[in-house]
């Protein structure tokens, strides 16, 4: 079992930028992909980008390509989801999750989740 653990989220202006920490309880890049979502209240939890165990990372909502980046830093078993540029729309909160699929894309794809961090972007 994985334990992940997300930080990093708060309250910034539009134009501002977050770095959200992904930690893991043990090492798990060698084992698991890694994936960001986000969702808001009433809406289905999207697929933000994901982190394969090869270090290629690569952004899946339309709406953040361009200002959302993933990485890792192996030795502290951590995942990265540095946002730039942040908009009003970006509000949400964010989850950071493993997956031992290949590339996956798909929420059940998912088996250990983190419990979330709010990011809250105003105008």
């Known amino acids: 079992q994985v334990q992940l653990v997300e930080s990093g989220g708060g309250l910034v202006q539009a134009g501002g930028s977050l770095r959200l920490s992904c930690a893991a309880s043990?090492?798990?890049?060698?084992?698991?992909?890694m994936g960001w979502f986000r969702q808001a209240s009433g809406k289905e939890r999207e697929l933000v980008g994901r982190?394969?165990?090869?270090?290629?990372?690569?952004v899946d909502a339309r709406s953040v390509k361009g200002r959302f980046t993933i990485s890792r830093d192996n030795a502290k078993n951590t995942v990265y989801l540095q946002m730039n540029n942040l908009k009003p729309d970006d509000t949400d909160v964010y989850y950071c999750?493993?997956?031992?699929?290949?590339?996956?894309?798909?929420?059940?794809?998912?088996?250990?989740w983190g419990q979330g961090t709010q990011v809250t972007v105003s105008s």
């Open positions: 999750a493993v997956s031992s699929a290949y590339w996956p894309k798909e929420r059940r794809d998912y088996i250990y």
């Open positions: 982190l394969e165990r090869s270090g290629l990372s690569t």
């Open positions: 043990r090492r798990t890049f060698s084992t698991y992909a």
